[in-house]
């Protein structure tokens, strides 16, 4: 099987969209092959037919014929197997957009102030945004200027252009967050940034997870700064977690819809906190009736009525925390233009600039995505040069850059040490030294076993069944980040072996302002 990118080539015949017969296996690092080692604990009338070596998963498709109890059995056996981590069912997720009657005229970028920031920079064309949703009409008049690349994960090809003008998601979703701005034509996106379209949801509007995880995994290896993920549905899954610590381990932030079932309970992938989770707001900044909220909502922007373009070379206003996920994408985009930013940066960055609307903090998270602030605010508050798109402006309403900012204040600590086999951990404290803001730990460990990482805000050493926060791939490199910790009690981290031996690095960066 030819491989690209980690992403081994799908069986000839392999049906696109969701797969819903299929069930998806987790391989441990420390197994001697990845299809192998699940090929040998599959039934007969059961094929291996994709896998993904980033994130280190295999599909295997049961006939269309097999009762339920084929698959049940098999993920309760299969589990029980050394190097195996889980077994889940291929699931499906869906676009999450309803359509509005049209309005007569566009209010978004100037409800995020996006005039005032594109007066020092209107996006840089070397930031790339990936967009993971269906699949985007690159030659669009707004769009074609800015489209870098992609890649179609539903047909297994190169092409992700939408299969008809029903398939309008995707389009709409890179309009908002990378559509031109000043070319005489159609809307004003968020950004000038650079696209990627990663067609991982059908022309119906929905996708499988392996699908899914798939095109994060490649968003994130082709160097996406920022993955808009507007879909949701599928609940919570290993894969797709493993999947958004992947890409935020290699320097990509995740921003995720929140859902459109107008309840409290944050969607899958945005309740993650590898993901910046976005909530919608009507144009008069109240919560939109559509809305999902919850204590994982991290930031909101305008969701509701939104225009931009649409296959073919039209526009439309749709409606739903779709759109106000790539409003935070784009803005995130601009931000990086002006500022030089790791990806747990900006998301301190776009909090902590956001402008509070007066909601409760499990509907507006920090506040409400502000694209000045973000374009006008020194992040670390020296009052010094920005990036490779400006110079450093203070154009935006950001109030000064005296005020004290996330990071302005940075403490590092690591160690190294070794496990010796999957009985053996080590646990780490951590005294904080200032006001924190922000912790980031990342472990780093041999490419052939499997070490977990986890994580207590104080209440002394974590256990592999009682943590306040884990990270768990399949490989030994973990990454957990917590917005503002808990600091009356001291930090304490779990390396746990979970299969093969080594050396590690721990690595604790504590961010206070």
Not at 47 to 64: D, G, K, M, W
Not at 268 to 292: F, I, K, Q, R
Not at 472 to 477: A, D, H, I, K, V
């Amino acid at each position: 099987m030819a491989s690209l990118g980690g992403l081994a080539q799908a069986t000839p015949g392999r049906s696109p969209g969701p797969k819903e017969g299929e069930v998806l296996v987790g391989v441990a690092a420390s197994a001697d092959g990845l299809e192998s080692e699940v090929e040998r604990h599959a039934p007969g009338d059961a094929r291996v037919v994709h896998s993904n070596e980033a994130i280190r998963y295999v599909a295997v498709r049961f006939p269309a014929q097999a009762p339920d109890r084929a698959s049940e059995n098999f993920i309760e056996a299969i589990t029980q197997r050394e190097h195996i981590r889980y077994a889940e069912r291929n699931v499906t997720y869906e676009a999450l957009a309803t359509n509005d009657p049209l309005w007569s005229e566009q209010y978004a970028p100037e409800m995020v102030g996006c005039p005032e920031a594109w007066e020092t920079t209107p996006g840089d064309p070397a930031v790339t945004i990936s967009v993971v949703d269906q699949g985007i009409q690159y030659d669009h008049p707004d769009l074609e200027a800015g489209y870098e690349d992609g890649r179609d994960f539903v047909d297994g090809d190169g092409d992700p252009y939408p299969v008809s003008v029903e398939e309008n998601h995707g389009t709409h979703v890179g309009g908002i967050a990378a559509g031109r701005t000043g070319n005489g034509t159609g809307h004003a996106g968020i950004s000038d940034c650079s696209l990627l379209s990663a067609r991982a949801l059908g022309d119906g509007g929905g996708g499988s997870l392996s699908d899914v995880a798939d095109a994060i995994t490649w968003s994130a290896d082709q160097g996406a700064a920022v993955i808009n993920l507007s879909l949701g549905g599928g609940g919570d899954t290993q894969t797709l977690k493993n999947a958004v610590s992947y890409a935020l381990s290699n320097g990509s932030l995740p921003v995720a819809a929140a859902g459109n079932d107008g309840q409290h309970g944050v969607s899958y992938p945005a309740a993650y906190e590898e993901c910046l989770a976005v909530s919608a707001l009507d144009p008069d900044g109240s919560l939109a009736w559509y809305s999902n909220w919850g204590e994982e909502i991290d930031l909101a922007a305008p969701g509701s009525d939104v225009l931009s373009a649409v296959p073919f070379d039209d526009y439309d206003e749709f409606s739903g925390t779709s759109m106000a996920a790539p409003v935070v994408s784009g803005v995130g985009g601009l931000a990086l233009s002006q500022w030089d930013l790791s990806a747990s940066d900006l998301r301190l960055h776009l909090q902590a600039t956001a402008e509070d609307v007066g909601l409760p903090a499990a509907r507006q998270g920090s506040g409400r995505v502000d694209a000045a602030a973000a374009v006008g605010t020194d992040p670390d508050g020296s009052g010094g040069d920005g990036g490779d798109g400006g110079d450093g402006g203070d154009d935006g309403d950001s109030g000064g850059d005296e005020e004290p900012t996330c990071g302005s204040e940075t403490e590092t600590a690591t160690v190294t040490d070794t496990l010796s086999g999957w009985t053996d951990s080590d646990c780490w404290r951590y005294p904080w030294r200032t006001d924190p803001c922000q912790v980031v730990v990342e472990l780093s460990g041999p490419s052939d076993a499997t070490f977990d990482l986890y994580v207590n805000e104080g209440g002394g050493c974590p256990t592999t069944g009682s943590y306040d926060h884990r990270s768990y791939t399949m490989g030994s490199e973990e990454t957990i980040v917590v917005d503002s910790p808990d600091a009356s009690d001291d930090l304490y981290a779990l390396v746990d072996a979970w299969s093969g031996s080594g050396s590690y690095e721990l690595t604790i960066t504590e961010k206070g302002d």
